[in-house]
């Protein structure tokens, strides 16, 4: 028994990391209904960033890290102005294959300029475990999960009552009718990429400095793809509830199934979740259904 | 099509003809001559390479019925070609079936596993499929690399040479005619389907599947039938490369490759026939002259690290992919038509 | 113009194009420098860039040192094409199918992993090919591929009998838990544990596969604690990257210090202590077939001067002493094929040179002491491991420092049984 809570805690605490980096999807969704495959590489290139200011490069904490913040800002900002304008109409075909484009892009530029490909980052957290019962759960992923809640809360107060935020979920809601309140959608959908990465960067340290860095950051990044499938692609909630779900779906699967099944089996039940909610509930738990009409 | 002045089309048969004149006849008997004959004047590495380009071709055909012409985003392609090389590599290596035999069941293991992850493809649409088709692929490399027992796992499974009956297809320059063959045959395929009824049914659905179905398309049937087609013909381009590779790893078939070849649709132009040859061409030939300059870019910057030009292929298709959708969504194809009126217009092309 | 003309003059354009091979093939062909070629490919990005890179670098410094100072092999220049793999193998594929239409002589790799796809290939053709880390099912049935150094399945061998002599202090049979990565890497000691175990004296509780880009094998090993709770060995045959994950997940679950953790040659570089931290790892044993760097043998000053003016980054660095050895070792090699039939039948690099290199350099060496930078190399028909030495070490106070001299590993012919594929 002391082994399900083992499971259960490590599933929570990994859950929660899935969950923030959905979060980020969930942004981009709920304001510009554009779908960010790019994910997984946003989060990887952040985090080498990471390691290049504060290995290679040497800075202390408090400089590296703000450092990092910014260069999210600036590719979100570049990503936004120089790939999804001008595709501001098309088909959404073209949009999500932009994505695509730059995910295999980003994925090259990280080849490119760290060709060592796997590191580690210094520790931000002391190692010593802590103790749930018999369970034991290191630091990070308690800070993990801290954070992710704490972000969770200010996006969702934001997109509640800030006035950028309500203009946010307008632009999803009716473009144009949002242009003709003289809202200038450009710098709506520039916020909204903006903070996807600032929020898929600060994911990303998080989780490198548990498991290092390496391309095991872009199956994460798949793995929250079904988070956010599961949760609804729109709804903040969702990625919340549906992120340790997945987590420990993953965990106990992994745990049990490995004996019966075989090796690995980990790895691709959130994969097999996805199929198995586009076939009950293709719009996730907490998601909006579309109605189409001609 | 366009058609020089003076060439008028008196019954159906002239008015749907793909050659429809005597120098459309010479250039592509011409162009014929030229592939066939390659195997004369190219050295080994370049019959290769273009070997990889027609099985490419055969794949991306496929993607492209499935995505330019009926609209179905499908990022896993690379998922039912593995289907198809280990369908043939399993009949043809460990049970000792006929190559042909093999190649056939491989494009219809691939087309049944296809209908079945389309399946969702009546129920939704747009990126709820292309995520679905990502888990797909996900899912069947995961089965590959662990049913160990059938497939060899991770360590991978040995695919003997093609052979039809005493003919065994060893060297680059045989196997060059068969894949030309079979590259020949799809594309006949490909382009009457898309000539035909089946083809307007799938452009219907593209454009607006409701309108479609009001108007008494089964979109079930159809949607299925275009996953069908395009993973059937990605079935036969695994097959293809298991043979030609001789040795099958899940590690062959990665996401990445599903991704490059949505880029070689877009960037050949969705929807056209002469598309997907266009683009596999041009990227094949980028990959190639990435490969070919990494040496000498490495040694002229020393400065940065060894083994940064690994990242430059990506870098530059997704570079290509991302130019391309912004400045020429309609593709290389749209580029080629442009041409060929300018030509015929000249000097009046404006 | 005339349609009649156009038409015409196509066909003839298409005509010319056809035959113009002939022509070509009529031109006196130019007179290439005399050189012997050869091929190298090491991972030196992807997800086993942590060794590659090091072993990418290690090669093409040995290649400069034999070429620069000591005229090449047997008096000619070596003209090494060192490529990148990036540990995919359809890459490997292309590149060794690429080596063989160059008129390469041999070809090496740095690991087992992409020696795997390309032995079909080569094999088919009789071109030889030297791996610098290998796992059984490369060369049983012994064919054309060789390896350098013991391969995975001697180091699990190597590593159990030491802990039974040194480390055990219980009766009866100890439990190992083996922990491998889902390659020939892992699968090397699953073999060598399924084919031993019971003439070693151990019991192999559980075997469990991760992959390379884990990134938590918490459960795993929470798995492997509830079920076998006295388990007393974690053997994690596995590159230096995932070892770390697994290493410090045994830390957090305070299985470690407890069980004795010993790990293949693989992960048993400083690149592990790099990325784990030295807190983590102290005291991990492992196996690994070279000398440690610094100590007294003839090869080391050199090997030490070259890195240092290079790549002083890799000072230390196990990986690339191995490949620079495997240049020595390829060098004798062509040297003694050239001794022995002559530098014109190797100039084709055709098959025939390639099964003169073979017989006739590789499987003639004998008692070639590398320099001293590992084992003796020494071949024996049935047997294409060239090196067949290993060393125990341990990782204390953030260094790896050696424990034992010279252990050989004993030939197990695994194509005997019938689960070995």
Not at chain 1, 173 to 180: F, I, L, Y
Not at chain 2, 165 to 179: D, R
Not at chain 3, 194 to 222: C, F, N, P, R
Not at chain 3, 339 to 358: R, S, T
Request: proline share 5%.
């Amino acid at each position: 028994m002391a082994e399900l809570l083992q499971y259960t805690i490590t599933g929570l605490a990994v859950g929660m990391v899935y969950a923030l980096i959905a979060l980020g999807f969930a942004l981009i969704w709920k304001s510009s209904s554009v779908a960010n495959l790019a994910l997984g590489q946003l989060v990887l290139i952040s985090s080498w960033f990471t390691y290049s200011m504060l290995v290679q490069a040497k800075f202390p904490y408090w400089l590296g890290l703000p450092a990092t913040i910014l260069f999210a800002v600036f590719l979100g900002w570049a990503i936004e102005r120089f790939t999804l304008r001008p595709l501001i109409a098309q088909p959404i075909l073209a949009m999500i294959t932009v994505t695509l484009g730059v995910a295999y892009f980003l994925e090259g530029v990280v080849t490119f300029v760290w060709p060592v490909s796997v590191a580690s980052l210094p520790r931000f957290f002391p190692q010593e475990p802590v103790h749930i019962g018999s369970a034991v759960i290191s630091q990070q992923y308690l800070w993990a999960a801290v954070i992710s809640l704490i972000l969770f809360g200010i996006l969702s107060l934001f997109f509640k009552y800030h006035k950028m935020g309500v203009a946010m979920r307008a632009t999803a809601d009716d473009q144009m009718a949002v242009q003709a309140c003289a809202i200038p959608v450009t710098s709506v959908f520039s916020t909204s990429w903006i903070f996807a990465c600032v929020v898929a960067a600060i994911g990303g340290v998080l989780i490198s400095s548990i498991a290092g860095i390496g391309n095991g950051l872009i199956e994460t990044g798949l793995k929250s793809f079904s988070v956010v499938i599961l949760g609804g692609l729109d709804s903040f909630i969702g990625c919340m509830v549906a992120g340790p779900i997945i987590g420990l779906c993953e965990n106990l699967g992994g745990g049990y199934l490995t004996t019966i099944i075989g090796p690995g089996i980990k790895d691709i039940i959130p994969f097999i979740i996805i199929i198995i909610v586009m076939i009950i509930k293709p719009y996730g738990l907490f998601g909006e259904t579309r109605i189409e009409r001609i | 099509m366009d058609l020089p002045s003076g060439t008028r089309n008196y019954d159906y048969a002239t008015d749907m003809a793909v050659l429809r004149t005597k120098t459309h006849w010479a250039f592509f008997i011409g162009f014929l001559i030229i592939v066939f004959t390659a195997p004369l004047y190219l050295r080994d590495n370049w019959l290769g390479i273009f070997n990889l380009i027609g099985i490419t071709i055969i794949a991306v055909t496929g993607l492209n019925i499935l995505v330019g012409y009926c609209g179905q985003l499908s990022i896993g392609h690379a998922g039912f070609m593995a289907v198809g090389a280990y369908t043939t590599g399993i009949l043809t290596g460990s049970l000792g079936w006929p190559f042909l035999v093999g190649l056939l069941c491989a494009g219809l293991s691939a087309g049944l596993i296809g209908i079945i992850f389309g399946l969702p493809s009546v129920r939704v649409k747009g990126f709820y499929l292309a995520i679905t088709t990502i888990a797909a692929q996900l899912i069947i490399i995961w089965i590959i690399n662990h049913w160990t027992s059938v497939t060899g796992g991770f360590m991978g499974m040995n695919v003997p040479r093609a052979s039809i009956g005493p003919l065994v297809f060893k060297s680059e320059a045989s196997q060059f005619y068969l894949i030309m063959v079979i590259v020949a045959v799809c594309l006949l395929v490909a382009k009457n389907l898309a000539r035909g009824r089946v083809g307007r049914a799938f452009i219907a659905v593209r454009d607006n599947d409701l309108a479609a179905e009001v108007m008494g398309i089964n979109l079930l049937y159809y949607k299925l039938l275009a996953f069908f087609i395009g993973c059937f013909l990605a079935g036969i381009a695994g097959a293809l490369l298991a043979h030609w590779t001789g040795f099958l790893n899940g590690e062959n078939f990665t996401l990445t490759d599903s991704i490059l070849y949505i880029g070689m649709v877009i960037i050949g132009g969705l929807g056209t026939t002469i598309g997907p040859i266009i683009g596999v061409v041009v990227i094949r030939l980028l990959q190639q002259g990435i490969i070919f300059i990494s040496p000498f870019i490495e040694n002229a910057i020393p400065a940065l690290s060894t083994g940064f030009t690994t990242g430059l292929g990506p870098m530059v298709f997704g570079l290509v992919i991302i130019l391309f959708l912004i400045l020429e969504p309609r593709g290389l194809a749209h580029r080629w038509t442009l041409f060929k009126a300018a030509y015929r217009l000249w000097p009046f092309s404006y | 113009m005339s349609k009649k003309l156009v038409v015409i003059g196509v066909l003839c354009l298409a005509l010319v194009v056809a035959v113009m091979p002939l022509a070509g093939a009529c031109a006196p062909k130019a007179q290439p420098v005399q050189v012997l070629k050869i091929g190298m490919m090491n991972p030196s990005t992807g997800k086993a860039a942590e060794k590659g890179l090091p072993m990418m670098n290690g090669n093409n410094d040995v290649i400069k040192y034999i070429n620069t100072e000591r005229g090449g092999a047997g008096g000619y220049p070596i003209d090494a094409t060192v490529l990148d793999s990036n540990y995919d193998p359809t890459k490997v594929v292309t590149i060794v199918k690429g080596f063989m239409t160059s008129g390469c002589l041999l070809f090496t790799t740095a690991a087992s992993a992409e020696m795997s796809p390309a032995k079909a290939s080569a094999n088919e053709a009789g071109f030889p090919g030297i791996s610098s880390f290998s796992a059984p099912s490369l060369y049983r049935p012994p064919a054309h591929i060789y390896g350098q150094t013991p391969d995975y399945g001697d180091d699990a061998i190597t590593f159990a009998n030491y802990y039974l002599q040194n480390i055990w202090k219980g009766t009866g049979k100890p439990k190992f838990a083996l922990l491998m990565l889902n390659n020939p890497t892992g699968y090397g000691a699953r073999d060598a544990f399924k084919a031993e175990a019971d003439q070693l004296g151990i019991e192999v509780v559980s075997m469990d596969e991760h992959a390379a880009t884990t990134t938590s094998e918490i459960d795993t090993l929470t798995r492997i604690k509830a079920d076998h709770p006295d388990v007393n060995v974690l053997y994690i045959s596995s590159t230096p990257q995932p070892a770390k994950v697994i290493i410090g997940n045994a830390k957090e679950l305070g299985i470690y210090p407890g069980v004795t953790i010993g790990v293949c040659h693989a992960g048993m570089t400083k690149a592990l202590i790099d990325l784990a931290g030295a807190d983590v790892v102290e005291g991990v044993y492992g196996v690994y077939p070279c000398v440690s760097w610094g100590d007294n043998v003839p090869g080391m000053a050199k090997m030490a001067e070259y890195c240092q003016k290079y790549h002083p980054e890799n000072v230390g660095n196990a990986d690339y002493m191995v490949s620079w050895a495997q240049g020595l070792i390829v060098a004798k090699a062509l040297e003694l094929a050239v001794k022995n039939v002559g530098y014109d039948a190797l100039a084709k690099g055709d098959a025939a040179a390639w099964q003169a290199v073979e017989t006739q350099g590789i499987q003639k060496l004998q008692n070639f002491d590398v320099e001293g930078l590992h084992g003796p190399v020494n071949y024996t028909p049935g047997d294409n491991r060239l090196d067949k030495f290993n060393r125990v070490f341990q990782i204390t106070n953030g260094k790896i420092t050696q424990l034992t001299d010279w252990v050989e590993a004993p030939l197990i012919k695994y194509e005997e049984f019938d689960w070995f594929k």
